[in-house]
């Protein structure tokens, strides 16, 4: 509906996967796994509802493997103080918005993830999130600093970061083969 979907399809098609944007609830059921961009969680939550689409995804994210980055991982998380988001509890944290200060708005840093990839990763932050009371079933496969910035907890996987905004399809790659492939 809005933000960086893109991106994300291009990423995708770098790898060869097919995909498609969901409008309806319609669409949802020709996928087999989703992706929830980046862009801007209040908006996505007006849109998502405006457009009765917001309960049918509830519904599919019971199900459907999914990765969230930025915005996209503020929606799959618990429930945060603030009514205009809302929130999908598919992850045990709670998104702290726009957690490193309006005035540096974005930056991008270099993140080592060897628990996933053997090469360094270029990681685009911008207005990005902070996860606060991480429950114990949210696996970190990242940090930056001393905040977890890619995390996994069964069929969901979340990124703080943009990886759709560098030409690296690395994270996509590990989304499909270890959470998507696996999940069948
Ligand atoms: N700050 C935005 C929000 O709160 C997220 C920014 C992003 O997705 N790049 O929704």
Redo the contacts with the bound molecule.
Sequence with gaps: MQ?SFAKHAYSMGNLGIKSRAVRTAEDLKLIDALILP?????TMTLLLENEGLWDPLNEALKTLPVFG???GA?LLGQQIDDERVRCFNRINYKAE??AYGRQIESFSTTLVIPSILDHDFHAVF????KFREIGPEVVPLAVFGSDPVLLKQGKVLVASF?PELTDDPSIHKYFMDEIVLKSR
């Design positions: 933000g980046g862009g801007e969680s209040t980055t930025c915005a503020i918005r726009n911008i207005r990005a999130p943009h």
